[in-house]
């Protein structure tokens, strides 16, 4: 029987799409999905004969695994409960995108409870691939479904990714129930699939994320937060610079390299601004330099991305928490005992001279605690 094709483009309400393929979904019928890489097929999880049509429609050997499509990043100890810091690193910083994690399967993880042929379809071998992609239509399905999808590509097994519904159409038009013609995909080729155990990534397969970018997006950032991004966390972020480069031998420069990265960052900032004359002059009297600083104002960006966020007040912690309570669990404040580092704006060097004192004592005791071993990427 032909699959339904629906052309999203002409529809009246994309939530009446995303309406049929959940209902589709329930129904135990395989349905194609434009995403933002090419187009991929999908069943529940929750349904072993939608597994076994899933195979079928595709011609796939029953040792290629399908990935679990997950509605994201803050499902990953569901199916990962053991997951290090930099697989929760690359889930929230690549979710929704085009990267597919491979982790390990650990006991405890949601897939144990899927049916022995799901299961084997989607982790034989003791690690399951995970993806969210970034395309409303999916992401909105994802919400009204009790589980996660089986998703792979929409074409035959072996033949070329499909990027424009037609071609699902003219591959699988009478294998599925319901295909969703969006036109064409926005990149054209595959997620890139990265497997990641421990601290450790390796790129099984490059697709639109290059390893360039993974080792970027792989890097431990901090993020001091203050108000106006020209006095104390300015100065927090080059003196947090100098000692993690300390500890690891390396030079400020070339921190990004050894994937540490140190930002800041104001909650009333206006973009652009210099650091506090005062602040530029004490810190170069130490050889470190503010003159290049530019200001900018926290964003949803920066929240997400930061692995550990140090405020300078219980109040900018407070803020960001009210804004943002996802980051409850990155955010504290500067000060282990959570003592405000009082605001030097408008004082004398000596004042300016006595908020490095404490920035610098603080920053001192977190670098020693901190366990880069466990922490940065290899």
């Known amino acids: 029987m032909p699959a339904t094709v ?18 589709a979904l329930a129904e135990g019928q395989l349905v194609a999905f434009p995403t933002e890489t090419v187009y991929g097929l999908a069943a529940s999880a929750l349904n072993p004969q939608a597994i076994h049509d899933l195979r079928h429609a595709k011609g796939r050997p029953e040792t290629n695994p399908f990935s679990l499509c997950v509605s994201g990043a803050d499902t990953l100890w569901d199916y990962v409960p053991n997951a290090s810091p ?13 990267v597919t994690l491979v982790m390990p399967c650990d006991e405890g993880s949601v897939v144990s409870q899927f049916a022995p042929d799901v299961q084997q379809a989607v982790s034989p071998s003791g690690l ?17 479904l009790p589980g996660p999808l089986a998703l792979t590509s929409a074409n035959l097994s072996g033949q070329p990714d499909a990027i424009h519904g037609k ?3 003219e591959a699988l038009g009478d294998r599925v129930g319901l295909i969703l013609d969006d036109g064409k995909c926005r990149y054209g080729q595959p997620s890139s699939v990265v497997k990641v155990e421990g601290n450790h990534f390796q790129m099984l397969r490059q697709g639109v994320v290059s390893e360039s970018v993974l080792n970027h997006l792989s890097s431990y950032f901090v993020l001091f937060v203050c108000t106006g991004n020209t006095c104390r966390s300015p100065m927090a972020e080059v003196v947090m610079q100098k000692h993690l480069a300390d500890k690891i031998g390396t030079t400020i420069d070339q921190l990004d390299q050894k994937g540490i990265l140190v930002a800041s960052a104001g909650i009333a900032a ?17 050889s470190l330099d503010l003159n290049g600083h530019a200001s900018q104002p926290l964003s949803d960006r920066l929240v997400e991305q930061a692995d550990l966020i140090l405020t300078m007040t219980a109040g900018h912690r407070d803020a960001i928490l009210a804004r943002w309570p996802e980051a409850r669990d990155r955010i504290q404040t500067l000060s282990s005992d959570g003592r405000d580092i009082a605001d030097p704006i408008g004082g004398s060097e000596d004042v300016y001279r006595q908020c490095l004192e404490q920035i610098e004592s603080e920053i001192k005791q977190r670098v020693k605690d901190l366990d880069l071993d466990n922490l940065l990427p290899s």
């Open 6 to 23: 629906i052309d999203v483009k002409a529809a009246d309400d994309r939530r009446d799409v995303v309406h049929r393929a959940v209902q």
């Open 86 to 98: 930099l697989m929760c690193r690359l889930a929230r910083r690549c979710w929704p995108g085009p």
């Open 128 to 144: 399951v691939g995970l993806r969210v992609p970034a395309h409303d239509l999916i992401a909105q399905a994802m919400h009204f």
């Open 167 to 169: 071609e699902v159409v």
């Open 270 to 286: 206006y973009p652009g601004g210099r650091a506090a004359p005062e602040a530029i002059h004490i810190l170069g009297a130490r």
